[in-house]
């Protein structure tokens, strides 16, 4: 039992050791701008908008700031080197962040990007034209367009790849925490706030591959193919009493009117109304077709361009360097923190655990106090009532005809 214990605490040691994180980032530290650069040739000066460093309006710990947009309208960009390069391989990539949206945000990106490029990588003309291997995150505009982009590269087709399924996100004003998981077998998992959301095979949620079979395209559906269910009843036959009226009759009841005068009018004409007695069109009842064979299917023959890939997975074959947000919002206030790529599944967990699940409720507690102290302040800043306003929706004639209902007294 002794021995079994110490294997078990050394191969969990092998097991830290082993993993590895390629970027930790929690803004704790007022050197971040050197670690992060802001795009200086992505857009005009006057469009881009500066980040903030700050824990925000509320939160769980003071001291646990992170990067907040803070002007309306504007293009936000910055990005940062990996320690070193994630280079896809033998274990999970794992991509993790947290997001607060304290704006109550209407239009505007909240994506990171995990980028390729190794030292051609231009951090000062970083933007939305700038390849990427990975982008990951909330994007909301609107009521109806709400998600969290999973958007992965494929080096086969050299072409991005949006997930079929949109994944859904938060909207509220606390943080949340995203995490995307690639594994190794070409699966992926995407959490939020530690809780799985969306998880499948690669090649079942993104187009991957070629589709496995096609239709035929030398099959043609015969031309004597019955695929009509119902047809007219050929032996129904119109009934005899059955008269053809029009649907609008001229009013019978309609009298020309006595100013009416032709030269001047025109001929006068009784408006049109609805005939009582119309009846439709007739048409003979339907029946089942007797010669129906169904509906015809396009048979499919195996695709010869399918092909698999084992390799859906190495979205870093030449390895990852950087990783970056360049985004749009209208209403300014999202604020990042806590970015960390890494191989471990279980080191994301815990970091997330020491960071975004440490703070959570002390954050929730400081906002419900913020949300009844701003209603406190709306409730005192409005005026006090006054007679006209008890009075406004009262009509005074309506009390025509009162006095006999309520006596004479009234």
Not at 164 to 178: I, M, R, S
Not at 248 to 256: E, L, Q, S, V, W
Request: net charge negative; glycine share 8%; hydrophobic share 30%.
């Amino acid at each position: 039992m002794k021995f079994s214990a110490l294997a078990l605490i050394a191969v969990t040691c092998i097991s830290s050791v082993s993993a590895e994180f390629f970027i930790t980032e929690n803004f704790n530290d007022d050197n971040w701008t050197s670690r992060w650069s802001e795009p200086t040739s992505w857009k005009p000066k006057e469009e881009m908008g500066a980040w903030k460093h700050t824990a925000g309006e509320w939160f769980g710990d003071a001291d646990d700031k992170g990067i907040q947009t803070s002007e309306d309208a504007r293009f936000y960009g910055i990005s940062a080197k990996l320690d070193k390069p994630f280079v896809s391989g033998d274990k999970p990539l794992v991509i993790q962040y947290s997001v607060k949206h304290e704006q109550n945000l209407d239009c505007g990106g909240a994506y990171l990007k995990l980028i390729p490029g190794g030292d051609a990588f231009d951090a000062a003309t970083f933007g939305g034209d700038t390849p990427y291997a990975v982008m990951f995150g909330p994007d909301v505009c609107g009521t109806s367009n709400k998600k969290t982009h999973v958007i992965l590269h494929d080096h086969e087709k050299k072409d991005n790849l949006l997930i079929k399924n949109e994944v859904a996100t938060e909207t509220d004003d606390l943080t949340h925490l995203y995490t995307l998981i690639i594994n190794t077998d070409n699966t992926f998992e995407v959490l939020i706030d530690g809780k799985s959301v969306r998880k499948g095979a690669l090649d079942e949620q993104f187009d991957f591959l070629a589709p496995k079979s096609i239709p035929d395209p030398d099959a043609k559906k015969p031309e004597d193919w019955i695929d009509a269910a119902r047809i007219a009843d050929p032996e129904s036959k119109k009934p005899d009493d059955f008269d053809d009226q029009p649907e609008d009759i001229p009013d019978p009841d309609a009298k020309k009117p006595e100013d009416w005068d032709d030269e001047d009018d025109g001929e006068w004409e009784p408006p049109m109304i609805d005939n009582p007695d119309f009846k439709g069109e007739w048409k003979a009842p339907m029946i089942e077709n007797p010669d129906f064979k169904g509906k015809w299917e396009h048979p499919k023959i195996d695709n010869p361009e399918y092909k698999e890939n084992e390799n859906m997975y190495k979205v870093c074959k030449d390895g990852c360097t950087h990783v970056g947000f360049e985004i749009w919002q209208v209403k300014t206030g999202t604020l990042f923190d806590d970015i960390i790529v890494t191989d471990s599944v279980e080191e994301a967990k815990e970091y997330g655990e020491k960071t975004f699940f440490k703070n959570k409720e002390g954050e929730k507690k400081m906002y419900d106090e913020h949300m009844e102290k701003k209603r406190a302040e709306e409730a005192a800043s409005m005026p006090e009532p006054t007679d006209d306003d008890y009075m406004g929706d009262f009509n005074m004639d309506g009390m025509d005809g009162m006095d006999g209902m309520m006596g004479d007294e009234f």
